[in-house]
């Protein structure tokens, strides 16, 4: 049977071992391609495109495909949230982890 001492002692060992896995805290070389990736586009591409997949929702739902208004109206948080993740690049830089 595990003891309270016991799971303090393996808690304490997975945060030092996770305290030493990245130091630095520098982004991997994905997540590095991605940022330089998308740190070219311009912040508008998002916001064009949420408002795009609204309009062919909006189409969607007068030419009463209901479900096709629904799935492509879903598109418009995402993209929202992908502009986001750009702007936040932009600004923070994500030349500091290189």
């Known amino acids: 049977m595990t ?3 016991d799971i303090k ?4 060992e997975l945060k030092s071992k996770a305290d ?3 130091p630095e ?15 070219r586009l311009p912040s508008d591409t ?3 495109a949420a408002l795009g997949s609204m309009a ?13 208004a ?8 995402s993209f929202l949230m992908l502009g986001l993740y750009n702007k936040f690049v932009k600004m923070e830089g994500f030349e500091k982890d290189k």
């Open 9 to 12: 002692s393996t808690a304490e």
């Open 46 to 48: 998002f916001l064009w």
């Open 56 to 68: 062919i929702s909006a189409t969607f739902k007068i030419l009463g495909r209901d479900r096709d």
């Open 70 to 77: 629904v799935f492509v109206g879903q598109w418009a948080p």
């Open 25 to 39: 805290h520098k982004e991997g070389p994905v997540a590095a391609a991605i940022e330089d990736y998308t740190a």
């Open 3 to 5: 003891t309270g001492n």
């Open 20 to 22: 030493q896995f990245n």
